[in-house]
């Protein structure tokens, strides 16, 4: 076996380094995969979204409420125009995301003690800036209420920590869970970067092992490996393994290192992840093929299968939230399992304990592959598909 297994190694290896299409597929194509998604999500958080400001009242204090507002990262007066109909223009034609107007009055009756309103209208087309922009909005104009509020606490005599208190009586303490860092880059990119790793490993995977039962030479290829099945199946794809588990840790590298995403745990502990994640979906490769009549079927099942986990994964919804049918189907998918791991102990930190279940689940699919074994060593001595 063991120099069976070698020959097939060593033979596979001279095709893969000669063939630059194979190359490029294994090792090219991935990092340029990578590559434009982080250059699709470099901003990361959005931010200074463009905001019109109509300022009736023209006075010191409503020209520091915009100074304040402005100091956001998220509004940015582009505009300032003299009157709303040419606010409803600009905001139908896309131009500005919001409209600021600061009626007149505000400073007199700031210091009559009288309350005033400041409206922000926001078109609703476009959900993220809009949201956004109403965040920044009303936090800034709340601060700013409460600021006057303690002044005037201030000067009847009350002393500071008191009068924060009584402006205040409950503090509010707000963690954001499925996307604690507010950027994009970091949320998106960490989904992303694994999805791809693992359509490309099962889609190669599955042309490597079917085309020698495609085209009818599977015969030479088992007496290269001694007649040992086994031998044959892993000396061809352990060069591959290799090359993705190289891509594995440079997107690792990438992500946490280059991009900057916070990591909770050491590097290794993903890098060791994600060749487990290889490896699971290398065996769901040459599970689609056992289970096919020819490669054709193999490649069709495999890409549809790995198109559609990222659905199931419910990474940008949360998992409890879907039915209870759906929930039982997203656990088919090894990328679930590890997607879950992978989040919940690199980004968030989440102790071992807590998803080592997600780990042990990524095992059940050599189960799987066993159960097909059979099949595969049936097609290899046959010399190929029927």
């Not at 879907?322 to 919940?344: A, C, E, G, R």
Request: charged share 15%; proline share 5%.
């Amino acid at each position: 076996m063991k120099n069976g297994f070698w020959k097939v190694f060593f033979y596979e290896f001279k095709i893969l380094v000669g063939s630059p299409k194979k190359l490029f597929l294994c090792l090219g194509l991935p990092l340029i995969l990578f590559f434009f998604f982080g250059l699709l999500f470099k901003v990361g958080t959005p931010n200074s979204f463009k905001v019109a400001v109509i300022d009736y009242d023209k006075s010191s204090t409503s020209r520091k409420i915009i100074r304040l507002l402005e100091s956001t990262p998220e509004i940015s007066f582009s505009v300032a125009l003299n009157n709303e109909d040419e606010a409803k223009k600009l905001l139908k034609r896309g131009d500005i995301y919001a409209v600021v107007v600061l009626p007149q009055g505000i400073q007199k009756n700031v210091l009559d003690g009288q309350q005033s309103e400041i409206i922000c209208y926001t078109n609703g087309q476009f959900l993220l800036p809009a949201g956004n922009i109403q965040k920044a909005f009303s936090t800034t104009i709340a601060m700013i209420s409460a600021g006057i509020d303690i002044e005037k606490r201030k000067k009847k005599g009350q002393e500071g920590y008191w009068a924060h208190a009584d402006v205040q009586p409950i503090k509010l303490d707000v963690h954001n869970m499925y996307n604690p860092y507010s950027n994009y880059g970091y949320y998106l990119i960490t989904p992303f970067l694994p999805f791809m790793l693992e359509m490309l490993v099962v889609i190669l995977s599955i042309y490597i092992i079917g085309t020698p039962l495609k085209y009818g030479f599977a015969d030479s290829w088992l007496r290269m490996s001694g007649g040992n099945s086994w031998a044959a199946l892993w000396g061809k794809l352990l060069p591959y393994t290799i090359v993705f588990c190289f891509v594995g840790w440079f997107m690792n590298f990438y992500l946490f290192r280059i991009i900057g995403t916070p990591l909770q745990v050491p590097l290794w502990n993903v890098v060791l992840l994600t060749f487990v994640l290889i490896l699971t979906h290398q065996l769901v490769a040459v599970f689609f093929v056992n289970i096919t009549k020819d490669l054709r079927s193999a490649l069709t099942f495999g890409g549809g299968f790995c198109a559609i986990c990222f659905s199931f994964g419910a990474y940008t919804f949360p998992i409890e939230g879907l039915p209870k049918f759906i929930q039982d189907v997203s656990n088919i998918f090894p990328y679930t399992h590890f997607i879950k791991y992978f989040v919940n102990r690199a980004i968030k930190g989440i102790p071992m304990n807590y998803t080592l279940h997600n780990l042990i689940a990524l095992g059940a699919y050599f189960v799987l592959f066993l159960c097909s074994y059979p099949l595969f060593v049936k097609k290899l001595k046959r010399g190929g598909y029927e």
